[in-house]
């Protein structure tokens, strides 16, 4: 008996739209959260903040606090285990077996591990990309055949475990640390690249798995009841998930965001690590909340036509892996120490700005592109990666 032909990428008209417009509005939050990691030259404290902040810049960490920093990252986490599930259901409804689809999914991990490991060691050892590859890799088979149960007491141990390493977030930092990842302030390239070979081993894989991967298989589980595919039967549920998420995070980040905005400078060590421990619970929420804000604005904009706007949000979010990457390239040339070094020394409000203004830049790539019919090319090559090369040369869309 001949086994079923694996059906490849999902073409880009059967995909859906609410979680298209949740990763590109989601990268976004990414490239603020990260553009601050590349100010350099100032002794910093919470989160990698400067130690002195005032004026404009209280008010842009205090927001990024808030609504950015550990909230970007779990919606990711959110969206590729949502993406996942999606993988797995077309090829099962392709005929393949589950045991085919577990390896389908490793084989896609590996690959994301191979692409993160280069951007990390390149470009920015924040990397994410590795990590979620490495999560893929090790629960494939939880995430694609395993039990509700299973998936929810994996995100249930991944919450308790990201809210006890965020109890590290509220202590301070000990010595003059005047940059996050040393590769920023590195005099030079070759310093740098050494110094983000470790770096990404500890801050972009390790630290990031540990961290996220209880997010992704909370979305593996809200994608078998396809909170996203059909937003308008999971309104109620959508409605009650944006504004508790959102709330939680807000009020979970404000101890940790008084910190970092030096609105509270000296509370006592164990306040200060409660205060980290209810940030990072509190990211997750806000993962889960941006996640459903996203899918309201779904119902939306399928009620009323997407139009521009929501088109290039769609266009990014099919192509977040090449947006994604094209951000690590426009900060990397502008900001570190050994490229331009424009951000040493930077005003937060500055870099805010740099971050928010490559985000409109690759939207508008990224919608240009939809209307000429170019995938990204990162896509294309994690699908040539994961399908192998007969996928790049029908050019499979999605």
Do not use: K
Not at 125 to 147: E, H, K, S
Not at 233 to 254: E, I, S
Not at 292 to 310: K, S
Not at 311 to 334: E, K, M, N
């Amino acid at each position: 008996m001949t086994a079923p032909a694996d059906p490849g990428a999902t073409p880009t008209a059967a995909r859906s739209l609410a979680p298209d417009l949740a990763r590109g509005g989601m990268l976004l939050l990414i490239a603020l959260a990260n553009v601050h990691v590349y100010v350099h030259g100032s002794p910093l404290a919470v989160r990698g903040y400067p130690r002195v902040v005032e004026g404009m810049d209280r008010v842009v960490v205090l927001l990024q606090m808030l609504l950015v920093d550990g909230r970007a990252y779990p919606l990711f986490g959110l969206l590729f285990g949502y993406g996942i599930v999606q993988l797995a259901w077309r090829r099962g409804d392709a005929g393949l077996p589950v045991g085919a689809v577990t390896r389908l999914v490793r084989r896609r991990g590996f690959s994301m591990v191979a692409i993160g490991f280069a951007h990390g060691v390149l470009l920015f050892a924040g990397d994410i990309v590795g990590a979620y590859g490495l999560i893929a890799v090790l629960l494939a088979g939880v995430l694609v055949g395993g039990r509700d149960g299973a998936l929810l007491g994996t995100a249930a141990a991944g919450i308790a475990l990201a809210t006890l390493l965020y109890t590290a977030a509220g202590a301070p930092l000990q010595g003059e640390i005047r940059a996050l990842l040393g590769s920023i302030a590195a005099p030079d390239a070759a310093t740098a690249l050494v110094l983000r070979v470790q770096e990404w081993l500890v801050s972009g894989l390790l630290s990031q798995v540990l961290a996220v991967f209880g997010a992704v298989a909370l979305g593996a589980w809200a994608a078998r009841r396809r909170i996203l595919d059909e937003p308008e039967r999971h309104r109620a549920l959508l409605v009650r998930a944006a504004a508790l998420g959102l709330a939680a995070a807000v009020l979970g980040g404000l101890p940790l965001g008084l910190m970092a905005a030096q609105l509270w400078a000296t509370p006592p060590l164990g306040v200060a690590l409660l205060a980290g421990a209810l940030h990072g619970l509190g990211g997750y929420a806000g993962g889960v909340g941006y996640a459903a804000l996203f899918g309201l604005l779904a119902i939306r904009l399928a009620r009323g036509g997407v139009g521009p706007v929501g088109s290039a949000l769609q266009a990014c979010g099919q192509r977040s892996l090449s947006c994604y990457l094209a951000q690590s390239v426009a900060f990397v040339a502008l900001l570190p120490a050994w490229t331009l070094g424009l951000g040493e020394q930077a005003r937060l409000w500055q870099v805010a700005l740099v971050g928010l203004g490559t985000w409109l830049v690759i939207l508008a790539v990224a919608a240009a592109s939809a209307r000429a019919g170019f995938r990204g090319p990162a896509e294309i090559l994690l699908r040539r990666l994961t399908y192998g090369p007969r996928s790049a040369v029908e050019g499979r869309p999605g």
